[in-house]
């Protein structure tokens, strides 16, 4: 008789996951900043690739490529960023306005225009934006969607590094960057203008990051503020935007990049910031304060209204007010939530507010992922939002007519007009329409612009800045609209195919290497769902704090749009540091969906994924 205990089984080994080739990198508009030459996989073997879905018109996207210019730069001699730009709006299929979007953001390396989006179905992408990274085997080592997630990629990118050194698979050296040749003018993609009191212009000139004061012709270069290099100093912008006339004669602009706002006295030359700090603002963080001590996210425009400066804080889809008296910032509409909600201001939603208009009683403001033009009226509660034009963000093209059924493009701007009504320049449909409030008709004044962004009243005359062309165009207001023929369009990705009755939504989210979710005060995740149209979901509207939801959906109602927003705090997971630094990952999805009978009952979406069969 043996009475030794058995031994014990041994532990399964772990399972190693699959490794996933990735997909070759195609697209019929072809490769920008290659120096004419197509890329594959194949020509960026030996290199850790990450790969970057976005589109120029999304503010998010935008966050993310001045996050990563940090990890270009540091891993230049071993890190490629190749820009897979997936468009949204019609006008973003465009080859010549993807050219153009890469030289305006100043994009330093290789980007595939993918006007079809072929390459964002091969890698099953869901949202703007997205980042795959690829080791430089050519395996999908990691996925990202939204912004916030630099960090992470740059220490897997070390962790590569170190892997593909030892084993020999590391190719050092320079990447297939080739920077196309400048261009001479006097404005490089201007973003908005002010009539000065003494008859000049002022126009941010904003890929040169600078002021530009112009002769009253509207084309003479009288002098430049700034010192024409991206930075946040006395003397430098980064792309700013916005340009206010305030009551004692200085001018705030909004310094985008920058995340502030800053103070331009024309006496003087002299400039100062007034509000921001310099960092981006996340979820979590304070949302009044002292104004230099309250982050801001991409100021857009700003406008003097009511004894305040409003500002359309694009990066959050939120109006912000700065208070020069008391020296403070709040947040004035918005919710942070991207669509369009009307109603009380504290409850309305906003999308990308990329221009602002002060007229009597009314704020009118550009909203521009919407495609909607909206204003902001004072009600004995407080304020409210409105909507005069947009149905929301799916729906956009170009129809004049009754307000109810009148469509836009991505409107990056807003002007008042002496007899009410208001001129917005459409900049996706390359036009000036106008919208009259008496009537409720929206119709078209000019056409053949490129990319209005702002436009200035200058008497009789309205003067519009073509960002495009790079150039102000004076125009007479007509006294007729020009007729333009109906379009109407929608998003073009694919709508994806979910069963009726119930549909688990689960956000994956994976902690970084290193890290760990953030669990000291509280909840470290939040999730918050809702639909177009509000019938489409029968249960599981709402917020939470777990990142999955149990949702019952409508059968009656076939197609619509699940809004899914998702943010989750991680920090470093070292013991003995007492306070280690934190990172917020966020994204906003907004999934079109058609309800058959086979459709899927579960619906994932990648809020950060480490390995890439999670």
């Known amino acids: 008789m043996n009475d030794a205990a058995p031994a014990p089984t041994p532990a399964p080994a772990p399972r190693r996951r699959a490794r996933v080739r990735a997909p070759e990198l195609i697209g019929k508009g072809g490769w920008l900043n290659t120096g004419g030459k197509e890329l594959t996989l194949a020509d960026l073997r030996g290199k850790c690739v990450v790969v970057d879905f976005w589109t120029f018109c999304c503010i998010n996207c935008l966050h993310v490529l001045d996050e990563l210019r940090e990890l270009e730069e540091k891993h230049r001699d071993t890190v490629v960023i190749v820009g897979v730009h997936s468009p949204k709006f019609v006008h973003e299929a465009e ?84 920077a196309p040749e400048p261009v001479a003018t006097d404005l ?20 040169r990051h600078q002021l530009v004061e ?9 002098r430049r503020i700034g010192s024409g290099e991206r930075g946040f100093t006395a003397h430098s912008f980064s792309e700013p935007q916005g340009l206010a006339l305030l009551p004692d004669g200085s001018v705030v602009v909004a310094d985008t990049v920058n995340h502030a706002l800053r103070r331009f006295d024309p006496a003087t030359g002299a400039v100062e910031t007034v509000a921001g700090t310099g960092r981006q603002w996340w979820q979590g963080s304070p949302t009044s304060g002292p104004a230099l001590e309250v982050d801001l996210s991409s100021p857009w425009d700003v406008a003097w209204w009511q004894g305040r400066v409003w500002i359309a804080m694009a990066g959050v889809h939120q109006l912000w007010t700065w208070d020069p008296e ?70 956009f093209g170009h129809r004049d007519g009754d307000a109810g059924q009148a469509l836009l493009q991505h409107p990056l701007g807003v002007t008042a007009l002496p007899d009410g009504s208001v001129a917005v320049c459409d900049t996706y449909n390359h036009a000036l329409r106008r919208y009259d409030p008496a009537t409720g008709q929206v119709s078209t004044l000019a056409t053949d612009l490129r990319e209005p962004s702002d436009a200035v009243l200058v008497g009789e005359d309205i ?62 995740t939040r999730l918050l769902v809702s639909s177009t149209p509000p019938e489409l979901l029968v249960a599981g509207e709402g917020a939470g704090t777990d990142l999955f939801r149990d949702l019952e959906l409508n059968p009656e109602v076939t ?39 086979d459709g899927a009952s579960r619906l994932p979406l990648v809020l950060a994924g480490m390995d890439a069969g999670a």
């Open 559 to 597: 197609e619509g749009v699940l809004h899914v927003s998702a943010m989750a705090a991680s920090c470093d997971d070292d013991p003995a540091n007492e306070y280690p630094a934190c990172h917020v990952h966020q994204q906003d999805w907004g999934v079109p969906v058609t309800v058959t009978g």
């Open 326 to 395: 008391s020296g403070t910032v709040e947040v004035a509409a918005g919710t942070t939530n991207e669509g369009l909600l009307d109603g009380p201001a504290a409850e309305a939603w906003f999308a990308q507010p990329s221009g602002l208009a002060a007229a009597g009683d009314r704020l009118w403001v550009a909203d521009s992922e919407t495609s909607a033009l909206r204003y902001v009226h004072a009600t004995e509660e407080g304020y409210a939002v409105t909507s005069a034009v947009g149905t929301g963000l799916f729906d």
């Open 463 to 524: 003067v519009v800045v073509e960002s495009a062309r790079h150039r102000l165009t004076r125009l007479r207001l007509p006294e007729e609209a020009v007729r333009v023929d109906s379009v109407a369009h929608r998003t073009q990705r694919a709508a994806t195919e979910v069963a009726a009755g119930s549909l688990r939504l689960d956000v994956v989210f994976q902690a970084p290497a290193g890290q760990k979710l953030d669990t000291r005060y509280g909840p470290s």
């Open 95 to 178: 080859h010549a306005a993807v050219v153009d979007a890469v030289e305006r953001y100043e994009v330093h390396h290789p980007v595939l225009d993918d006007p079809e989006l072929a390459t964002w179905k091969q890698y099953a992408v869901r949202a703007w934006p997205t980042l795959v990274v690829i080791d430089p085997e050519g395996y999908i080592v990691a996925q990202h969607a939204g912004e916030g997630h630099a960090h992470a990629i740059a220490r897997l990118v070390e962790e590569l590094e170190a892997e593909h050194e030892a084993k020999g698979t590391l190719r050092r050296g320079d990447g297939p960057y080739v």
């Open 214 to 222: 112009l002769a009253a012709d509207g084309e003479s270069v009288v």
């Open 188 to 207: 490089r993609f201007p973003g908005k203008a002010l009539a000065l009191p003494g008859g000049t212009f002022l126009v941010s000139d904003s890929t």
